[in-house]
């Protein structure tokens, strides 16, 4: 008698420890399943813009379908260019076609960078869900930078300067965000300037991740790393957050200038030619139209900035109200709030960590968070964050209705409050969550 006996295969132990899905994949999954099973669930879990592709942009995939061909690993010539020229002029970096890289998102050039550049990477606290897991799958080290609710999770750079100077490691790689998610928080030029000094001063490496460079509410300017410490920094960037292009998977990479950029992106070139050969060409011929400065899609970019900046501060107010700790968010559509107040009721409740926290507001309140555990902070600590992209735009249909709403002239305040239902109801549901923590006796 034969049998089969089944494979066994051996995983890396890294890669073993990690083989988990990324916490805001796995929420909007979880989410979706709950939608389909009828049941009525705010999601405040996923991070994903959700207003229309601008019809430009539409006819320009359109006409570009026809690209069926291989090409250069580092993106084709036209875009590289628009994408050079647009840095030059929006983000106030002056730069070259041949310091662009291409890639199939950012998160895929976040990878490859952390793959060809050497030392243990600093991670503020807290910071997006894939940078730790990306490090780890690398087997690089990860050093948290140490930050309090009380303070806002705000980046110190005293609390940077003893988290290099305990380090066993040379070399060391910065990776920043702003406007930030988890935080919705921005850096001001003060900060950056001093950070600039820093890493000059210890010879740090930073990856500046810029994708919500254009999603800042307007009261703090953006200001690039890149700016400052030139010739230390990389910057990342793509179309999905400003343009609500997420699943057109096209990020770009800007190396410094000098020698030490070009053998940067002789790296990138490599391992691109190796793992992906080259983005989607359509894609690519496409995105030369959303980074050609386009008047119309400029105007686009800042009224979808605008209306997420109005729904993610109507909700801080809201939450705030509560006596929820939260920041005021400053950019993108995230807020990271905290319950340490209310901690010894929550441990009556039997619940001690975020991540527990989380389950009991989404099982007993039907509200989709992410723990902060997940970005990082202390499981003890009682953080979570919250975006405010799909409340009321759970659909494409929705989406394009609310646009149209606030495109009307109507008091926006006025649709805040009579044309948001689902981000009231959650609204609701916090102040219910709230009631029933005061009511708890404690021991």
Same mark, same amino acid.
Not at 185 to 207: K, Y
Not at 218 to 223: K, T
């Given at each position: 008698m034969n049998r089969t006996a089944d494979w066994a295969l051996s995983l890396a132990p890294h890669i073993e420890r990690r083989m988990?899905? #990324?916490?805001?994949? *796995?929420?909007?999954?979880?989410?979706?399943?709950?939608? %389909?099973?009828? &049941?009525?669930? /705010?999601?405040?879990?996923?991070?994903? #813009?959700?207003?229309?592709?601008?019809p430009k942009l539409a006819q320009a995939l359109r006409e570009n379908v026809h690209h069926k061909s291989y090409v250069a690993a580092q993106g084709i010539p036209e875009l590289r260019e628009a994408v050079a020229d647009f840095y030059t002029k929006h983000f106030h970096l002056p730069t070259t076609p041949d310091r662009v890289m291409v890639g199939p998102g950012s998160k895929a050039l976040l990878y490859t960078l952390l793959t060809v550049l050497q030392g243990d990477l600093l991670l503020p606290t807290p910071s997006?869900? #894939? /940078?730790?897991?990306?490090?780890?799958?690398l087997g690089k080290p990860v050093r948290r930078i140490p930050a309090i609710p009380q303070e806002d999770h705000a980046l110190k750079i005293d609390a940077l300067r003893h988290t290099v100077a305990t380090s066993e490691q040379e070399q060391h790689i910065l990776l920043l965000n702003s406007p930030n998610n988890p935080t919705?928080?921005?850096?001001? %030029? $003060?900060?950056?300037?001093?950070?600039?000094?820093?890493?000059? &001063?210890? &010879?740090?490496?930073?990856? #500046? $991740?810029e994708i919500y460079g254009?999603?800042?509410?307007? $009261?703090?300017? +953006? +200001?690039s790393m890149a700016r400052a410490f030139p010739e230390g920094t990389v910057v990342l960037g793509s179309l999905s957050k400003h343009l609500s292009l997420g699943g057109w998977r096209l990020g770009v990479a800007v190396a410094p200038e000098g020698? %030490?950029?070009? &053998?940067?992106?002789?790296a990138l070139r490599m391992v691109a030619g190796e793992l992906w050969s080259c983005v989607a060409a359509p894609i690519q011929y496409a995105a030369v139209t959303a980074y050609g400065d386009?008047?119309?899609?400029? %105007? /686009?970019?800042q009224e979808c900035t605008r209306i997420h900046a109005l729904r993610t501060r109507y909700l801080w107010q809201q939450l705030t109200a509560l006596g929820i700790r939260c920041s005021q968010p400053r950019g993108g559509f995230y807020l990271f709030i905290n319950l340490d107040r209310w901690a010894p009721q929550?441990?009556?409740?039997?619940? *001690?960590t975020s991540t527990q926290l989380a389950e009991h507001l989404l099982e007993h309140y039907r509200l989709a968070t992410l723990p902060g555990e997940a970005f990082g902070t202390p499981a003890p600590e009682m953080s979570l964050r919250l975006s405010t992209s799909y409340l009321d735009m759970e659909s494409d249909d929705q989406a394009l209705a609310l646009l149209e709403l606030f495109r009307s002239g109507m008091d926006p305040q006025h649709i805040l409050q009579e044309h948001h239902p689902s981000m009231n109801q959650a609204i609701e549901q916090f102040r219910r969550f709230v009631l029933d923590l005061d009511s708890v006796p404690l021991p």
């Open positions: 988990e899905l #990324s916490p805001t994949l *796995r929420i909007n999954e979880r989410v979706r399943a709950m939608w %389909a099973d009828g &049941q009525e669930v /705010y999601h405040l879990g996923f991070g994903e #813009s959700r207003f229309p592709v601008h997006w869900v #894939s /940078y730790e897991p990306q490090a780890r799958i919705g928080q921005m850096m001001g %030029a $003060d900060l950056v300037n001093q950070l600039a000094r820093f890493c000059r &001063q210890e &010879q740090v490496t930073v990856i #500046s $991740d254009l999603a800042g509410h307007g $009261d703090v300017l +953006h +200001h020698p %030490a950029g070009q &053998q940067l992106i002789q386009d008047p119309e899609i400029l %105007a /686009y970019i929550l441990a009556v409740r039997g619940i *001690r």
